[in-house]
C-alpha cells in the first residue's frame, strides 16, 4: 500500500482531526483514511449531470415557477433563387 504525506496542516484542523479520531476510537491515521474512504464513495454511483446539480442548487427557493415565454412561429425560410 501507498504512503501519503499531508504538509502543512494548519494547527486547528489537526486537532479538530484528533479529536474526531477519539471520539470514534482511533488513530489520526486510521480517522483520515475514513474521512478519505467516506468522501470518496458517497457520490460514486450519482452521474454528473449539470440539469440535476442546478436543481439541487436551487432547490431551498422553494417552488418557483418561472412565467412561460411565448414564442412566435417560425419564418419561412429564404429562398434566393428569385
Known sequence: MNNIT?????????FRLQKRAEKHGRSLEEEAKEILRIVLTENQDETLNIATII????????????PEIPREPIRTVSNFEE
Open 6 to 14: 499531508i504538509s502543512n496542516l494548519d494547527d486547528d484542523m489537526k
Open 55 to 66: 436543481e439541487q442548487r436551487f432547490a431551498d427557493w422553494g417552488g418557483l415557477e418561472l
